[in-house]
Nanobody, 126 residues
Framework: QLHVVESGGGLVQAGGSLRLSCAAS????????VGWFRQAPEKEREFVAA????????YYADSVKGRFAISRDSAKTTVYLQMNSLKPEDTAVYYC???????????????????WGQGTQVTVSS
């Protein structure tokens, strides 16, 4: 059974950077697509970025393209979300999620992901 745990959230000023980590336990990410989602207060959960199981493909929401980067370590146990040029509107709880590579459908759709972390808070002050 795969478990995922996020870390790295915090408070940062607008224009600053943070790196979130998503650590796998029980299994590695070698057979899993990994996505990052976020949810701001009183808003629906939204897609941020995704990485294919073989790390060959990356996907980004338009709102973060060019500012955020998703990557994975060589051991395939941790996926990172590097967030640069942060804006107050990036404030949210960020969730890491994983799905088996055999799952069909857009990687931007939260219901397609089976394994979820507890979330980590990111707050960007203006």
């Amino acid at each position: 059974q795969l478990h995922v745990v996020e870390s790295g959230g915090g408070l940062v000023q607008a224009g600053g950077s943070l790196r979130l980590s998503c650590a796998a336990s029980g299994r590695t990410f070698s057979s899993y697509d990994v996505g990052w989602f976020r949810q701001a207060p009183e808003k629906e959960r939204e897609f941020v970025a995704a990485l294919t199981y073989n790390a060959d493909g990356t996907y980004y929401a338009d709102s973060v393209k060019g500012r955020f980067a998703i990557s994975r370590d060589s051991a395939k146990t941790t996926v990172y979300l590097q967030m640069n040029s942060l804006k107050p509107e990036d404030t949210a709880v960020y969730y890491c999620a994983a799905r088996l590579y055999t799952v069909v459908g857009p990687r931007s759709e939260a219901p397609k992901y089976e394994y979820w972390g507890q979330g980590t808070q990111v707050t960007v002050s203006s």
